[in-house]
């Protein structure tokens, strides 16, 4: 066997665990023939598959016809109810072939807008959307999706369905007005004990709220009976395009959402364009492509209380009945701040998640927990196949660059039968400054290995320990630098 030329302090400190798990077959780089290479796994990044995925995913185009909501009885004084002008307005616009339906300066009290047909919401520099806090404003209930599980409950704050050409856009804000006041305590008890929850409230994690919704969606009641809204405490979505094509979201500025905020459900050929995103509230994830397709973030800045974008596909035993895999999705040129990671598939993602592409972005704080993060375990199962990064520059994470785990703690640590698979993981062209605990954390499963991981041309110029592999197949580290220290591990020719 080839000696490790491992040189750094910390990789030493790792080389006795590295040592045992190569001879073990963890990593496919190992001692004997039988555990060489044989994966059709490229070293470089797919940049040709990337661009004719993006010359595929098209704006919508409108109408150039303006539709005021002052016209149809807005008052821009932030405390009358313009609901029923922005409906009017819209419908009206629809009705006639679509067009743009303006949101001029000024401040606006809404309770939830539903979009339709060839409209395009613009909400103008110098606007600001107040949303209504009040939970009795967004009945009737509609058909949405709580944490990967359908249900009818409240409607999210911009929703539509089955809808063809949408958009969202301009330079105002969209302000969701929750806070520790209102919608976040409904999380329940958290670990950073920041969203106003006391013990002894009503939230989420009651036996009739959440913990109901999983029993309904692990015996497969139709969704038609899973009422909830008023006393079960499951917050909305911000804007939900659900079962929608040629979605476009594009300039706004989106605050202090109540749960997660641009989750495209079951939707094709998605446009994130720009959009600044700044809310720290709990399960407040940035952008969470669900069972869908051909769907670009670009541009766009993320600063959040929980993931920056959570790529997802469906939770447990529905998210396997439903069966839309979510592929083809590409973030590039977007800044993630405070979250809890960067790009993460997962947890919810037992359809499945294929063909997802990182391209030219920059992460940097001290309330970053990871860069790249995957996550799910033996209930979520779910396979993901293909995560392809390059020209990520990262500041400072807390725990990892890389982080792999098929070992996730959900709400009970459940365990279940239902094995996930993850394939195909490229990092290219990236350099780190501080990547926290580790430089790749990868955990597996014995019966169900982690299968190519590449590291190419990496740079991490600061990190306590470089690696805590296990269960895995396949590691490749070519031209990388830990520590200010090449790493190179043995070839099994």
Not at 174 to 199: D, H, I, V
Not at 308 to 318: F, L, M, P, V
């Amino acid at each position: 066997m080839k000696h490790l030329n491992v040189v750094t302090t910390n990789f030493r400190k790792s080389y006795l665990f590295v040592f045992a798990i190569l001879c073990s077959g963890m990593i496919a780089n190992s001692c004997t023939p039988k555990n060489a290479v044989t994966a059709d796994f490229g070293d470089n990044f797919p940049m040709e598959q990337m661009l004719a995925i993006e010359k595929t995913i098209k704006e919508p185009v409108f109408k150039n016809k303006v539709y005021n909501i002052l016209d149809f009885g807005a008052v821009a004084d932030g405390k009358t109810m313009a609901t029923a002008s922005i409906k009017k307005a819209i419908e009206t616009s629809s009705k006639n072939g679509g067009g743009k339906v303006l949101v001029p300066a000024g401040k606006y009290l809404t309770g939830p807008i539903h979009l339709e047909n060839n409209v395009n919401l613009h909400i103008a520099e110098g606007a600001e959307l107040l949303f209504s806090t009040n939970p009795q404003d967004y009945y009737p209930l509609v058909h949405t999706s709580f944490e990967g599980m359908e249900l009818m409950n409240y409607s999210p704050l911009i929703y539509a369905k089955n809808k063809k050409n949408i958009a969202v856009t301009g330079k105002g804000i969209l302000n969701g007005q929750a806070s520790a006041e209102n919608w976040w305590p409904w999380k329940g008890k958290t670990s950073e004990g920041t969203n106003g929850y006391r013990t002894g409230d009503p939230s989420q994690l009651d036996k009739n709220n959440l913990p109901a919704l999983m029993e309904m969606a692990d015996k497969n009641v139709p969704v038609a009976q899973r009422i909830f809204g008023n006393g079960h405490y499951l917050r909305s979505s911000f804007i939900e395009p659900f079962e929608c094509e040629n979605v476009l979201i594009k300039d706004v500025t989106i605050i202090n959402a109540p749960f997660w905020i641009i989750h495209p459900f079951k939707s094709n050929y998605v446009t994130v364009d720009g959009v600044n995103i700044k809310s720290h509230g709990p399960n407040n994830d940035g952008c969470d492509p669900e069972y869908s397709k051909n769907v670009i973030i670009k541009n766009t800045t993320f600063n959040t209380g929980d993931d920056c974008i959570a790529i997802k596909a469906g939770r447990d035993a529905e998210g396997r009945r439903v069966g839309i895999m979510t592929e083809n999705v590409i973030v590039r040129d977007c800044k993630m701040i405070d979250g809890h990671g960067g790009v993460v598939i997962g947890s919810e993602m037992s359809a499945g998640v294929k063909n997802v592409f990182v391209y030219n972005c920059f992460m940097d704080s001290p309330q970053l927990d990871r860069a790249i993060r995957l996550k799910t375990n033996s209930v979520r199962g779910g396979t993901v196949d293909g995560l392809y990064v390059k020209k990520i520059t990262v500041g400072e994470v807390k725990e990892a660059v890389l982080h792999i785990t098929m070992d996730y703690k959900d709400y009970s640590n459940r365990k279940g039968d239902a094995i996930p698979q993850i394939r195909n993981i490229l990092l290219e062209d990236v350099t780190v400054k501080n990547g926290g605990k580790y430089a790749i954390f990868a955990e597996g499963l014995p019966n169900s290995k982690i299968e190519n991981i590449t590291f190419k041309n990496v740079r991490i110029d600061k990190v306590k320990e470089n690696f805590m592999i296990k269960n895995v197949d396949n590691l490749k580290i070519i031209n990388t630098y830990i520590n200010n220290k090449k790493i190179v591990i043995p070839s099994s020719n």
